[in-house]
């Protein structure tokens, strides 16, 4: 299934892997659901980390760490949490051997899967010293060739010390529901800034209104029009930090239409009000 959602660049062209550190003032502090054809790293810093990827839910505490393999569909809740990601591109590492490249080949076709929540001492190591050296990176200004080896390195050990299922999504019915959540949560990124109605939203899943509202709650933990706001907070946030637009203009941009309900939701989200948000950076 190719259906990309989130194109964005991360990295460059000549090292595509990016660190964000994400704490509660950050756009994406709430990260909602999405998917992309890179390969994704997270560990909780500090505080707890709800984790669904696909159908599966994890709960990350400090110092725990996940993997979450290309196209998986992941979305997490933070609860007082600080938490890093990395995401990079799986097939930047290949190195022109066939006999290193051939597990890579494998993940990227999806022949196999990386273990979600490995618990390999040698491979948590290698983890860490990822972020460590993808730190170094972007603080310090540090060359990447360190970094390129710290992720050659994780892989050599998942490969060495972690069986990996030859497929994630056990079953057909399973394929199915993310195929149908995929298509939604790619309408409501495309369509957010509209007037949306449940009708709009159970058509493109083809299920009745009643099924329709179940099936997202199951698949995501939260109500449809509850996801719709998250999202539409992170657009204004992000908006609030890279654009000068008026605060009346982008609450309009992203949806709301009421602005006095666009500040009250931003602040129950972020704790602080758009100004003081724009202001805090």
Known sequence: MMIVNELKQHGTADFPFELYKVDRLHPRYVMTFHWHVSVELIRVISGELSLTLDHRSYRLRAGEFALVNSETVHGATPHDCIYEVIVFNLAFLKTGNPVC???????????????????????AR??????????????TGAPPFKALGAFLNLLGEIERNVSFTSNVNATLYDE?????????????????AEE????DLSN??????????KFFKDMTGTTPFQYLTTYRVEKAARQLLITKLP????????GFNDLSYFI????????????????SF
């Open 101 to 123: 490249d051939g597990f890579i080949d494998d993940l990227l076709s999806h022949v196999s899967f990386l273990k979600e929540r490995p618990e390999n001492e040698d491979v």
């Open 126 to 139: 290698a983890f860490h010293n990822v972020f460590e050296q993808m730190d170094d990176v972007q603080t």
């Open 176 to 192: 199915k529901r993310i195929g149908k959540l995929k298509a939604v949560l790619e309408f409501l990124h495309g369509h957010y």
């Open 196 to 199: 949306l109605t449940l009708d």
């Open 204 to 213: 493109v899943a083809n299920l009745s209104r009643k099924y329709f509202c």
């Open 247 to 254: 605060v009346t203009e982008i609450a309009l941009d992203c």
């Open 264 to 279: 009250k939701t931003f602040k129950a989200r972020k704790g602080i009000s758009p100004n003081q948000y724009r202001k």
